[in-house]
Structures are given as structure tokens and as C-alpha cells.
């Protein structure tokens, strides 16, 4: 049973990487951003717990927190531009990101041994929940308590007058600003908000891997948490849970004894999902 | 009647020792099967099946009950990645396997470490009971994250620092090294930072710099570029087959020829000699396993049989499922599926009490913290062929 309660913990987490970039692509705008967030609020709530002996939750609070304030700032100057400038710049700042974590030294001595991050070797023994006798079973109720809240969140934001800015936005920027929306905000808001999402995710990210290191705050993670609200839809946000269950559950846990053809499935199957759901898993055709 | 009485007296005799054969004893392995190393996770599972087989078709291992058991192996693909490491060894820990024996990557191996119990018996960790032997990833000091976790890899430090002691008494004339590291590689990265590097200036060498490249690179004419203005005497490369034969072609291109020219241990595999087998002649590398012994040659020979080739990782997979085999019967693992924890645990504390095993090159010492000492040749690419250049021990 453990290993279902595992791959509900990993579609949990992947679930909160997608969210962070659908409330983003609301607004039409392409973040390549995504990873970074998720691997900033990943250290912050690391360090949290590991070195600073900080409770799960408040840890993942302050992730949440730094992950927001990032994308925040980040937001001002990169949603001065658009399409695929963006795209270029949000993941050089990804890649500045990761970059600078490859080159983050902070270790204490803690117990007779170093711990806290070591560069390019990574941040290990981040092993609150088993530190703390939770089962496998209880981190994932932990973890998808987050989850709904955050799905609950975004789904009542989705239908507020804030969603109904978010998508107007994104469907036509100048009808939007002619009617006295005001771009920037709506467009920094919503990517503050998907920063915190991420934050929050990558905290949980790194307690439930206990080891994160760069490499795990890719193109590659940025590319899926794209890939999740697209493929899933942006009709709602159980779009980007069914597409996380798609490529996590089927597409990776339940093509793996194919070997070398599940990779080749793996692209196959998502053009193909993509071409009978043009609109994605839960979209809805425009009239 | 009686007839009836007899047969089916005979077909119960006849099923009842066909289930005693049945009787198997699973042994999970897993690494990277896809993915710039897959090569390693292929090699693995070829040499897991092939010692399996020879166990087998010597009538098995000795259970508990004095029954004997086949050994069954399955194996799974990682992909190189944390997370999928993480899921397969909670699927793995969810069948009967009773040990588990992998990962490729080290950056994999790091959190499947740690999800795992750090102490056995502590009841206030929830960390997961299986243990793990590890036969690839090799980056140093891993095992000791748990004590549910073995590895049978060579120790690098110890390597590494009789390579260049050999060296300094061999060429006495060569002063200066450079590094050249692909940085974002746990394994390789730690190997020149924390030991090459280290090493080489315990040995009285001047370390000159090193260039950097990423797993996935094509080009290196920079990184050779920044090598060729060092004009060092030895380059060390400290980076697996894919990259190294990219560097080395890159470096017959810019003419770097170094008196010297030293490769990770990992390199010393079939793949570096498939890639670039002129580019890389001369090219000197400790490794833990090459086929000079009878034992060498015949695991060789039948993990070909199995399409795996024969190196210092697939070959400690062999070694792994032959000390696991010696585990289970002096640790009189039952094979019961309502006792399977229990035979977990006594394959743990059977490898935890290894102080010695009995490898292709030689006895491999067991250390405190779970790791090995195991002994090592220098091997040097020549004609397209890895030859012993020296046996230190």
C-alpha cells in the first residue's frame, strides 16, 4: 500500500507544480519560471526544518512566503514583456537560479555531522516525516491537504471577479485594459500567486525526497509544470490533476515495465492525447 | 480403486515436490535502463540475471528448512531519477523481494538513502525497512546515510591516491595536473573535487585548474582549449563515457597530448572503448574489475550470454547476488511470505556482519559503515582493448 500512498504523494506535489503555472497561463503569459520557484521554496523549507529545527507546516508557510516574494519581484520587470520573450526570459532566470544552488554552500554542524546544502552535491537527510515516525500513508494526507486547498483556492479565485480579470486578460490584453484593467497587476498578482503554489510544492518536494540538489529544478520540471494546465486544460483546475495523473500514474509508474518503450510512448501518447483533446483533458471547445 | 488410490497418491507426491520447486526467492534490481547511462542499468540487469542463473542451475539456494529455492530477479527502470527511485523502492518493498540491489546514479541513490530507516530499531523513525545493496553508484561515503543501505563499490580515495603515488614513482618527470569535471554529475563531480584533486596534491603534484562541462554537452572546445593553454602534464577526466570521448576527440583535434592522461573509474567500461577507442589509447584508469581471473572471465563470459558487458558496475551486481546467496543461507532466510520482514531484516544484519567477501579480483574488506574496500587494478585502453598496466596489491 505504501507505494500507492507514494505515487499519491508524487501526483500531490506534481499537482501543486502544475497549479503554479496554470493560474499564470490564465493570464496568457508563458512561465519558464515555474522550477525555479518550486526549488526556492524546496531550500527555504529545507533549511527550515534541517537547520533551524522549524515544524513542517510553518517551514512550508515560509516557502510559500519566499517563493511568493521571488516570483513577485521577478514579475515587475519580466511581464514587461511578452510571448516569447518571456519564454526567454523567465527561463534564464530559472537557469540563474538553479545556477546559483549548484554554487550554494551553507552547512552548520549539527549532531557531529555537516548538514544544510553542499552545492553541486545537493541538500541531503531532509527527513523530517520519518524523523517524526509519520507513515507513508500520513504524509500523504498532509500533502493532499494541501492540495485541495490550493485547488480550492484557485477554483474560487477562477470563479471571483479576480478570475473573470485573470481570463479576460489572457484572452485579449487590450479589450482587457480598455475597459481600466490594470495588466501589470493582474499579471504580477497571478504569477505571485503561482510562485507561492511552487514554493509550497518544492517544500514539500524536498521533505518527502529528503535529498534535492540543482539538477531537480530544471527546464525539464519547468517544462512539465507547463505541460500539466496545457495538456489538463485551463477550463478548470482538475484539468491539470487529470494530466498530472496521466503522465505520473499512466505515462511514467504504469508503462515502466515497457523499458525503452515507454519513452518512446511517453511523447507518442501525449501528441495523441493532445490531438483528440485539442482543448486538453478537461477543456471545453470555444464556441 | 486401487488403481485411482495409487495415481492420484502419485500425482500428489508428483505436485506436492513441484511446489516445493516452485519455491522462489526474489531479489529486486534497479537503475537506469534509459537515459545518457542506461548502458549501466542494462549491464546491471544482465549480470543480476546471469549470476542467478548460474546459482539456479546449481539447485538454488538453501533456505531455512533445508529446501531449496531459485532465485528470481526483477528489475526496474529509474531513468536516473530521484523520484522514480523513491517510487520503485516503495513498489519493490511492496512484492516479496527481500533485498533490493541498485541504483545506477548516486544522485538517486541520495534520497532512496534517506527515505530509508538511519537507524535499525529505532522506533521513532518511520523510514523504510529494506535493505538495499548497491552495486553502481559510486560517489563516496553514501552508505552510511542508513543503516539499511550496503554498497559493493570501489573506494575511489584509495584508488585514486595509489594511482598517483604509482604515477609519481612511474614518472617522475610529469609535475602538474588539470581537471577536467562534468559538473553536474554528482558522482563525478565529487570525484574530482573531493578526490582526483585531493589526491594528486597529497602526491606532491601542482593542480593547475580544470574545466568544466555538463552531462549533456556535445561541445568541448572551450573546456580543450582551456586545457591545451594549461599544458599540464597529466589531465585527469572526471567524467563518464559519453563526455569523455567527446573531450578526448576534442582534445586529438586541438592536439592536446598530455604525458598523462588519467579517466574516472567509471569510464573504464566497453562504452568508452565503443565511443572512442583511438582517442582514449593510453588512457589510464583504476578499476575494480577486469577479467584477468577465472572466476573474472567466466562471470564475463556469462553476462555476455545475458547482452551485458562485463565492468567494475555490472560485475559487482554479479558479486552482490553471490554474497546475498551466502547471506541467505547463513542467515537461514525462511522464503515465507508471512515472514517476509523478518528475512529482510536477516539479510540486513547478515551484510551488516560481513567483515569480508569473496570478489572476481580477490577478498573485498567490508568496513564499519557499510561500505567496501575492494581491490583494484590500473587498467590502460590499448588497441581498442582494456589491458592491466599494474596490480598494486
Known sequence: MDFYYGLAQIVGVHTLLGLSAYIVLLTGQVSLAQAAFFGIGAYTAGMLTVLAGWHIVPALGAGAVVGATTACAVGFPALRVKGLMLVVATLAFGEGVRLFFFNFDYQVAKGGIKVGPLGGEGFRQIRYFPEHGWTTGEVMVFIWAFVLVAMAALWWFDRSRYGAVLRAVGEDELAAQSVGVNLTAVKVSAMTVGGAVAGLGGGIYAHYTTHIEHSNFNVLVATFALAYPIVGGLSNVFGTLAAVIFVQVFLIEGLRDLGDWRNLLFGALIILAMNLRPHGLFGRRRA | ?393
Request: hydrophobic share 40%.
Open chain 2, 1 to 393: 480403486m486401487k488403481r485411482i488410490a495409487i495415481a492420484l497418491a502419485v500425482s500428489l507426491a508428483v505436485s506436492g515436490a513441484a511446489l516445493a520447486q516452485e519455491k522462489t526467492i526474489k531479489i529486486a534490481g534497479f537503475g537506469a535502463k534509459t537515459g545518457a547511462v542506461r548502458s549501466f542499468g542494462v549491464n546491471s540487469e544482465a549480470a543480476l540475471l546471469a549470476a542467478a542463473d548460474v546459482i539456479n542451475k546449481q539447485g538454488g539456494v538453501r533456505l531455512a528448512d533445508g529446501s531449496k529455492a531459485k532465485i528470481a530477479v526483477e528489475f526496474y527502470d529509474d531513468r536516473c531519477t530521484a523520484e522514480e527511485g523513491i517510487s520503485i523502492i516503495r513498489r519493490i518493498a511492496g512484492t516479496e523481494a527481500i533485498v533490493a540491489v541498485g541504483p545506477t546514479c548516486s544522485n538517486v541513490a541520495e534520497p532512496l538513502f534517506g527515505i530509508l530507516q538511519k537507524k535499525v530499531d529505532d522506533k521513532s523513525d518511520s523510514g523504510l525497512q529494506m535493505p538495499i545493496f548497491t552495486d553502481v553508484a559510486v560517489k563516496g561515503g553514501l552508505a552510511k546515510i542508513s543503516e539499511w543501505s550496503f554498497r559493493n563499490v570501489p573506494s575511489e580515495w584509495t584508488m585514486y591516491s595509489s594511482l598517483f603515488y604509482w604515477l609519481k614513482t612511474r614518472n617522475p618527470g610529469a609535475q602538474t595536473v588539470y581537471g577536467g569535471v562534468e559538473e553536474d554529475f554528482a558522482h563525478s563531480r565529487a570525484s574530482w573535487y573531493a578526490v582526483m584533486k585531493d589526491r594528486a596534491e597529497a602526491n606532491g603534484y601542482k593542480v593547475l585548474g580544470n574545466s568544466k562541462w555538463l552531462l549533456n554537452d556535445s561541445n568541448f572546445a572551450t573546456q580543450v582549449r582551456e586545457m591545451k593553454n594549461a599544458n599540464a602534464d597529466i589531465v585527469a577526466i572526471a567524467a563518464h563515457p559519453f563526455t569523455t570521448c567527446g573531450v578526448l576527440k576534442e582534445m586529438q583535434r586541438q592536439g592536446v597530448k598530455p604525458k598523462v592522461l588519467i579517466g574516472l573509474t567509471s569510464s573504464s567500461s566497453m562504452e568508452t572503448l565503443q565511443g572512442c577507442a583511438k582517442q582514449a589509447e593510453g588512457i589510464i584508469i583504476p578499476t575494480s574489475f577486469a577479467p584477468v581471473t577465472k572466476e573474472g572471465k567466466f562471470a564475463a563470459e556469462t553476462t555476455a550470454k545475458f547482452k551485458g558487458a562485463a565492468d567494475l558496475h555490472s560485475m559487482a551486481a554479479w558479486e552482490n547476488m553471490f554474497i546475498l546467496k551466502d547471506v541467505i543461507e547463513s542467515e537461514k532466510v525462511s522464503g515465507n511470505k508471512d515472514q517476509l520482514q523478518a528475512d529482510r531484516r536477516k539479510i540486513r544484519d547478515g551484510l551488516a556482519k560481513l567483515k569480508e567477501t569473496k570478489g572476481l579480483l580477490g577478498i573485498t574488506k567490508r568496513t564499519e559503515d557499510r561500505e567496501a574496500d575492494k581491490p583494484y587494478l590500473f587498467v590502460q585502453a590499448t588497441k581498442g582493448e582494456w589491458k592491466v598496466l599494474h596490480d598494486p596489491l
